[in-house]
């Protein structure tokens, strides 16, 4: 089947530009996550989702960013007003959400995001 | 403080030779689980093993296997026989039952085969 899928795949824009990152989970998984990668360091957890409700969004790096996912499939992350410390590869995976034992979570090719 | 620590930046293998990934992690829930997950140029992050705490055995998956030691706290990772394409950063990865669902990653180990 369809693995995760994220569009752009690569994402230029001048600072203070707004970009939107879209996520396509694997079908039927209740659980998604976006996750930012600095280059050359490990993924680092943005926010999560349950369906259609955002249960945790503590890694969101500031009130610029913010995500969506209204449907409880597609989801997509928007950043408002760019800086170039927003450059990045933005991440998403997803999870048949079951909450104990192995959930594996299984990711997208990530979208590279260059602000200059 | 870091949850995770991959003390290894880069390593070099040769060609079907072993090498082993090295991964500590600092928890105090009971209840954890460790991941590896493998990501090649190309940027996807491939799962490779799962180990969970109270897993009495350590996890194997094809060439893979998972050295878990819990009263250490490590859990490497041991590539055997390596394959040109196995090339690639590997991060650890851990899921600790208080926040059942996020995944805390380690900074990774480049990886380079040599023919």
């Known amino acids: 089947g369809a693995g995760v899928s994220q569009s752009p795949r690569y994402k230029v824009a001048k600072r203070g530009q707004d970009v939107a990152l879209r996520c396509d989970p694997i079908s039927g998984h209740v659980s998604l996550f976006w996750y930012q990668q600095a280059l050359g360091q490990g993924p680092e957890f943005l926010t999560y989702?349950?369906?259609?409700?955002?249960?945790?969004k503590s890694g969101l790096p500031s009130d610029r960013f913010f995500a969506e996912r209204p449907e409880g499939s597609v989801s997509t992350l928007k950043i408002q007003r760019t800086q170039q410390e927003d450059s990045a590869v933005y991440l998403c995976?997803?999870?048949?959400?079951?909450?104990?034992?192995?959930?594996?979570?299984?990711f997208g090719p990530g979208t590279r995001l260059t602000v200059l | 403080a870091q949850k995770i620590t991959q003390t290894q930046p880069g390593m070099f293998v040769q060609e079907k030779e072993a090498v082993t990934l090295d991964c500590t992690y600092d928890t105090s829930d009971p209840s954890y689980g460790l991941f590896w997950y493998k990501q090649p140029s190309s940027g996807e992050m491939i799962f490779l093993i799962y180990?969970?705490?109270?897993?009495?055995q350590n996890a194997t998956e094809g060439r893979y296997s998972l050295n878990f030691q819990k009263a250490r706290k490590s859990a490497n990772l041991v590539i055997s026989a390596s394959q040109l394409g196995d090339s690639a950063m590997y991060f650890c990865?851990?899921?600790?039952?208080?926040?059942?669902?996020?995944?805390?990653f380690g900074a990774g180990t480049t990886v380079t085969v040599r023919a």
């Open positions: 989702f349950q369906n259609e409700a955002q249960l945790d």
């Open positions: 990865a851990m899921r600790e039952v208080q926040d059942d669902y996020k995944l805390s």
């Open positions: 180990q969970g705490s109270y897993d009495q």
């Open positions: 995976a997803s999870s048949t959400g079951q909450t104990l034992g192995l959930d594996t979570q299984y």
